[in-house]
């Protein structure tokens, strides 16, 4: 199931296509909008149904838009609830499934 509502309180869920095909889940509450400079955002894993998996860690993230040299500048900042949690989701593959969406993202907008 896949849901894009964004608007404060709004509901976005996902799902991550790993390399094998694997598809993980996920869910964003949406927090707050800034049409075209900015999105916050609660961030957490889901089950196959899309509902929160519940003893899973949930991270806040910012995102915001910039010009730069004629460009754009986006910047994601993520906090999370704990160094715990931060740790558990560094070691679950993180921080590599992050920088391989954005690393498409030039692509993507190239292509639209």
Not at 46 to 65: I, K, N, Q
């Amino acid at each position: 199931m896949q849901e894009h509502e964004l608007a404060p309180g709004g509901a976005v869920r996902y799902f991550m296509t790993a390399s094998d095909g694997q598809r993980f889940p996920g869910w964003w509450r949406v927090t707050s909008v800034d049409p075209p400079t900015s999105l916050a955002f609660n961030d957490g894993f889901a089950g196959p149904d899309g509902t929160p998996v519940e003893d899973m860690p949930v991270t806040t993230v910012l995102v915001r838009l910039v010009e730069h040299v004629g460009g754009t500048r986006m910047t994601v900042r993520c906090t999370f609830g704990s160094r715990d949690e931060m740790d558990r989701l560094i070691e679950m593959g993180t921080v590599e499934g992050l920088t391989q969406a954005v690393g498409q993202m030039d692509a993507l907008l190239a292509s639209a």
